[in-house]
């Protein structure tokens, strides 16, 4: 009988939190085709999570309910994790500093592609997990540019807090007195092209992020202000994928104080008042569609 691994088996784990964007506008585009965003971003205590090990060779393992969707990528050396170890074992030998063979396990928990930055999660909670392992002292400022070869996500999901992004994702605000929030994700599993959704953008110089003048841990204070905010990639979402706007208006229905869609999608949150009130939203949303996903959570507070 085959033993299934978890994350939690090994040496050392960590967590890849999905990154969920409060708000996302696309304010421009440089010339080189990356688009100009401007982002209140925050993390779920609910994410993936990997495991790390000393081995006698490199490995890599997969466990947990997504996946299926990521073996024939990983096995293709496509995969974000493999490209962190890498990259981080290439800077730190160059340093001159050990990288021994490591067996990293990814618990797959998060959906695939769903704009919550699943993938990006992953590479930088390895680029975490392996410094730790392998005892790296290298510079914050050289990890993070590790990070942003890796994608634009991954900067702010190596911080993994309450944040503004800017530029294309990289220029980064940590906002220490942001609120904790109780959450339902909810995706219904269908696939939605990036480059299509900005492609079908309107406009791509819309009005910057306007946050309150005033820092404060108030929830309400935060709802209230999300209501003038927006996520200018959700009409060009919708309108390639349906269940989008089914999706979150059942979100709505569950007496959600604010729903949205994150990233590109298909992933919509609703904010709810505390925990208890989320998990009930979230069995009602799964017994009407058990086929979608549906999960409960609290995002990750500011570290004042």
Known sequence: MTMILTAGDFDLTEEAPAKINLALHV????????????????FTQHGDRLGFSASGHDEFSLSGRFSPLLATEADAGGNLVLRARDLLRQAAREAGLATPPVHIHLEKNLPVAS?????????AATLRGL???WGLALPPDEITALAL???ADVPMCLASRPLIARGIGEAIELLPDFPSFAMVLGNPLVGVSTPDVFRRLARKDNA???LPSSSSNDRAHWIEAMAGLRNDLEPPARALCGEIAVLSQMITDE?????????????????FQDLEQARAAASALHRLRPDWYFQATETIEGDA
């Open 255 to 271: 007496g959600a104080l604010a729903t949205r869609m994150s990233g590109s999608g298909a992933t919509c949150f609703g904010l």
């Open 27 to 42: 304010t421009g585009q440089r010339a080189d085709g990356y688009h100009l965003l401007d982002m209140l971003v925050t």
């Open 115 to 123: 704009g919550i930055g699943g993938g990006s999660a992953d590479a």
């Open 208 to 210: 910057p992020l306007m």
């Open 131 to 133: 410094a730790r392992l």
């Open 149 to 151: 070869k890796l994608g």
